[in-house]
């Protein structure tokens, strides 16, 4: 997949030759179907040998008024076909609609593969927007509420359901708008405006088959210690059996075996076990250094037999937090971070291919980035899989946006209690990755903080406080941007999209003095009794950074064709981006490296993120254009980004 560039730094060259060789040991093998989209494995980190991807033709047809069940769609046939995982929304699904779809149906017919004796399907869904049921032969088997993260049915509970058996899956996936719900970036309006985008609804991620036996290793929770050398493992069971061993193998990928721990399987639901890796076997997973272990987790039973074998794999890295600092394995790295709002112009939310994931980060890196924020959606599994392969550094993120305008000022942001539910599945899913060194369960609430409580201040201290609990090895920022409601949250941060590098050095610089910037609107008295304008409590001195700033506004083709039209008197702005669009490439680079250096030069600044990664529709302010083609000198904004920071020079 490293696509050869003569220009690429020799560093780069071979990280990305590295990240191939690991994918080639830790990547399991893709599913006996490949003549579908997405054959991958959309589960690396939790996979086992018996599984079959679902992807591909589905009946579907689209069920404007939801009246479909009364309507009879769960017992008669669909009136059309869509390609699985690709949302209705999209050219790539073969249906293409970008109407507001009330609600969606599918059906296919599958065979349990013959050979699955003693196994149970698992029928699994990696992400269905936004309220899922799943009926098998009629029956229901599932129902699950949130856009973004993956949900199961067991299909060995429908009567006839075994090895070799047929089984017809229906799925409804109900999407209604004009009430709050996580949708990211999805748009409220009938066409994409501003930083929203078009709509995805139902199926959008992978669907596969899983054989399972009934002693089952249910998940995988690993917390690495650096400081110990070792990973703490806690290992969810299906049942506790008499007799019972929970065995862990580490070794190098493709390679020696490092490590091996064993532990009683018998006396708790949940085993737990400390896996010590030896001094000289010893590899520290960080930024552009993806040293990882090969990970064999196995049930064994009192005869020493194989009930159930998961493979997996880890890194071994911190993350600390010290006054202003914010460290990765004991060191001041300075987080070069770009936001990745992760759509594509055929399928957007969906990766198109697995290779377009390796497109985005490699670009990235070579762009002289070392991170990004995955910005308003849960990324899939395997995004996290090649950042983890790369060295790439991840925040994890919810796409929280859908909640504004339904309440009067001071209460005008309804979040449900389902964001909590929503977002600890997140969590629960991703934590095992050494990519993501933090969480940020919410962006840009906007809402000033007053003398009552509302639903806002409620779910975010919900949503911060299940996420320490889940997690409790790294820092978590409670909102990106705007409204921080946690007091004494592990970071502090704003967003600025003020393009003059000289009002953006003086924006910032009240950090050296212990007042940063921070998003605000202010408001009277008149509007807002017992409220001073604030979004935020006040900075206490936490690690700081600008989360979002840049957004520079340049497509050479579009800045041609808005000439012309001026000189017509036409000033009609065909795209969008902050501030006024520039006039030129160079203007550009101009722009990015006085923006860039102003938080570079900062001390006590630890990171920042620049949006974006890509143009995406109307917004045309990537590195890259939407089709991924480079419509500006990579190696430019590199040679920016590779200046040492001056967070990095303190000691």
């Known amino acids: 997949m490293n696509a050869q560039n003569p220009d690429l730094p020799e560093h780069l060259s071979s990280l990305f030759s590295r990240a191939d060789e690991l994918a080639a040991q830790l990547d399991p093998p893709l599913s006996a179907v490949t003549d579908v989209p997405r054959p991958e494995h959309p589960r690396p980190q939790l996979h086992r040998p018996a599984w079959l991807t679902l992807n591909g033709p589905w009946a579907f047809e689209i069920d404007q008024g939801d009246s479909g069940r009364e309507r009879g769609l769960l017992e008669r046939r669909l009136d059309s076909e869509i390609l699985v995982p690709f949302a209705p929304e999209t050219a790539a699904s073969g249906i293409g609609n970008r109407d507001y779809l009330e609600a969606v149906w599918y059906r296919r017919t599958v065979t349990v593969p013959a050979d699955w004796e003693g196994l149970r399907p698992i029928l699994h869904f990696e992400a269905v927007d936004h309220d899922a049921t799943v009926w098998a032969d009629g029956v229901e088997v599932a129902r699950h509420r949130g856009g973004f993260t993956p949900f199961s049915a067991d299909l060995s509970v429908v009567d006839g359901v075994g090895p070799g058996a047929e089984v017809e899956i229906t799925v409804r996936a109900r999407d209604p708008h004009g009430v709050p719900q996580a949708r990211g970036k999805q748009s409220h309006d009938f066409t994409p405006t501003a930083a929203n985008y078009h709509r995805t609804t139902g199926i959008w991620q992978s669907v596969w088959l ?201 209460d005008n942001q309804q979040p449900t209690a389902a964001f909590v539910g929503q977002w600890v599945e997140a969590v629960k899913r991703d934590l095992n990755h050494p990519s993501i060194i933090g969480w940020c369960p919410l962006n840009e609430t906007h809402q000033v903080i007053h003398d009552r409580i509302t639903q806002l201040d409620v779910v975010t201290q919900a949503m911060y406080d299940a996420t320490k609990l889940a997690d409790p090895t790294r820092p978590v920022l409670d909102t990106s941007g705007y409204s921080h409601r946690v007091r004494g949250a592990d970071v502090y941060d704003s967003h600025s999209y003020e393009q003059d590098p000289e009002r953006f050095r003086v924006e910032q610089s009240g950090l050296a003095d212990g007042e940063p910037f921070a998003n605000r609107r202010d408001l009277g008295p008149d509007e807002m009794p017992f409220a001073d304008g604030a979004f935020s409590l006040p900075y206490a001195g936490q690690p700081y950074f600008v989360s979002e700033y840049g957004g520079i506004w340049w497509n050479r083709k579009e800045a041609e064709e808005a000439e012309e039209a001026a000189r017509a008197g036409n000033n009609a702005a065909e795209s969008w981006g902050y501030g006024e669009r520039i006039r030129s490439e160079e203007e550009l680079y101009t722009r990015f490296e006085g923006l860039t250096r102003v938080l570079l030069e900062d001390p006590l600044m630890f990171a920042y993120c620049y949006t974006q990664m890509t143009d995406v529709f109307q917004e045309k302010n990537g590195i890259v254009d939407f089709e991924r083609g480079r419509k500006l000198d990579l190696a430019r904004l590199r040679s920016v980004q590779e200046k040492t920071a001056a967070y990095e020079r303190e000691a």
């Open 210 to 410: 899983e054989g399972v036996p009934a002693d089952e290793i249910r998940s995988l929770r690993i917390l690495p210690s650096l400081a110990g050398r070792s990973f703490a493992l806690d290992v969810p069971l299906a049942r506790t059996t008499a007799g019972t061993r929970l065995e862990v193998v580490a070794s190098v990928p493709g390679g020696a075996e490092a490590a091996r721990a064993q532990v009683r399987a018998d006396l708790d639901l949940a085993p737990h076990l400390e896996l010590a890796i030896p001094e000289d076997a010893v590899r520290v997973w960080g930024p552009g250094a993806p040293e990882l272990y090969a990970l064999s987790v196995r049930l064994l039973g009192a005869d020493g037999a194989v009930l159930d074998e998961v493979r997996s794999y880890a890194g071994l890295r911190s993350t600390s937090l010290r006054d202003h600092e914010f460290r990765i394995n004991g060191e001041k790295v300075f987080q070069r971070l770009v936001l990745d709002q992760g759509y594509w112009e055929e399928s957007f939310m969906t990766s198109p291919t697995d290779g377009a994931i390796t497109t985005d980060i490699r670009l990235a890196l070579e762009a002289g980035f070392n991170g990004a924020r995955l910005h308003q959606k849960v990324f899939e599994q395997r995004m996290l899989f090649w950042a983890d392969l790369h060295g790439y550094l991840t925040w994890g993120e919810f796409g929280d946006w859908g909640v504004s305008g339904f309440g009067p000022t001071g």
